[in-house]
């Protein structure tokens, strides 16, 4: 076969601290090499032609300069950029994996096909219920994950206690408050369009709202006070959590999503935190699934395939329309729910 083109998601530039990702500068698409799938190396590993990617809000800190540190490594400057999908394998030099395989990990390249250097990453989906493929990296990867590990371990949740979900139509945020109404909390749930309130609402909120049009502290002032605080954005709306807190709360700190630019709001109302001995959990979904990950995927593709546990998925169609995606998670806020790219059906 003659070689095709194969269009890479390049991190071009690093940002610096509090900057934003700009569009066709952090990262630009690059369809200039081609690759033949018949004869390209594998050198022991496999070919992958990759079918969905996610986007993902911890991908903003990755685009850093390599020689900062943090809890997860930076992109490799002029390389392409990676990170959560669902592959099929086309040819394979390994025992473990062969053509046809669906591979997942957090180390799938965002290019059309690729040969993983290291393939101990990659786990093989069976989807023996018949899934779609980005269910993979929507509410049964990474994101549900999360929920599911945060509310279990940190949660204590007791039946009738008020939950509090910020960002809650998102990958995460929509499977707390599934989990919090499971456990029969009382959920008030906060996102930033109409849209995306009338689909927390579907999901079983209590109180649903859009804190863009209505005042985060009138709404806990009135619904509260709360006993559980899910944390997704951080900022002015932790700070109005602990004031309507009740005592001995449990914050949940899953992200800071609210955080933009060089000036982020500095928290006024931490002395809450002793005053009402607030419990306040900071937690990465990695280092916990080898406590949950058992039970996590023994229990919920059941519950998606059931339709008891409800998802949604924002797609985007094409790799190179990566750059577009990531403005909507990482600077706007603009994505419905988990936002997914499409760059392959089969
Ligand atoms: N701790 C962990 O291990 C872990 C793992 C996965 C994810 N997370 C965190 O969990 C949070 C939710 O993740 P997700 O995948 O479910 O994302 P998501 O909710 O699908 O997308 C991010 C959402 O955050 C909201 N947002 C608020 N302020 C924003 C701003 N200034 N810029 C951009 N977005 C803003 C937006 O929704 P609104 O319309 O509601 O504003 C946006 O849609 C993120 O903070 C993420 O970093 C943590």
Redesign the pocket.
């Known amino acids: 076969m003659a070689p095709v083109v194969n269009g890479k998601f390049i991190f071009a530039k690093p940002l610096q601290v509090g900057e934003l990702a700009e569009l066709g500068k952090t990262a630009v698409y690059d369809s200039s090499e081609t690759i033949n799938l018949d004869t390209v190396a594998l050198n022991g590993s496999f070919l992958a032609k990759t079918l969905v990617l996610a986007i993902?809000?911890?991908m903003r800190g990755k685009f850093r300069d390599p020689a900062i540190k943090s809890y997860t490594p930076s992109f490799d400057l002029g390389q392409p950029i990676s990170g959560f999908g669902v592959a099929v394998v086309l040819r394979s030099e390994s025992d473990a994996f062969k053509p046809g395989d669906h591979v997942y990990s957090n180390t799938v390249s965002y290019a059309h096909y690729w040969v993983p250097k290291d393939t101990s990453p990659f786990t093989i989906i069976k989807n023996e219920i018949g899934l779609p493929w980005s269910t993979y990296i929507g509410v049964l990867g990474?994101?549900g994950?999360?929920a599911y590990?945060?509310w279990k371990e940190f949660s204590k949740a007791k039946k009738g206690e008020t939950v509090f979900v910020?960002?809650?139509?998102?990958?995460?945020?929509?499977i707390v408050l599934q989990l919090a109404k499971r456990d029969g909390c009382r959920v008030i749930a906060?996102?930033?369009?109409d849209d995306?309130v009338a689909w927390l609402r579907a999901l079983g909120a209590d109180v649903a709202f859009n804190?863009?049009t209505e005042d985060t502290r009138a709404v806990l002032q009135r619904e509260g006070p709360i006993d559980i605080f899910w944390d997704?954005?951080?900022?002015e709306t932790l700070d109005i959590g602990f004031e309507f807190a009740r005592n001995r709360a449990r914050f949940i700190?899953?992200?800071?999503?609210?955080?933009?630019g060089p000036n982020p709001y500095r928290l006024k109302n931490q002395f809450f935190i002793v005053g009402k001995e607030l419990s306040v959990n900071?937690?990465?979904?990695?280092n916990w699934l080898w406590k949950y990950g058992t039970s996590f995927y023994d229990e919920f593709p059941r519950l998606v395939k059931s339709g008891e546990i409800k998802h949604e998925e924002?797609f985007t169609y094409g790799l190179e329309k990566v750059g577009e995606a990531m403005q909507?998670?990482?600077?706007?806020?603009?994505?419905?729910?988990?936002?997914i790219i499409v760059v392959a059906s089969n």
Do not use: W
């Open positions: 993902d809000p911890y990474m994101p994950q999360t590990v945060g910020t960002a809650a139509a998102g990958g995460v945020g929509s906060s996102a930033g369009t995306k804190y863009k997704n954005v951080g900022g700190e899953c992200g800071m999503s609210s955080y933009k900071g937690f990465i979904v990695l924002d909507e998670v990482l600077v706007h806020g603009t994505n419905r729910a988990k936002k």
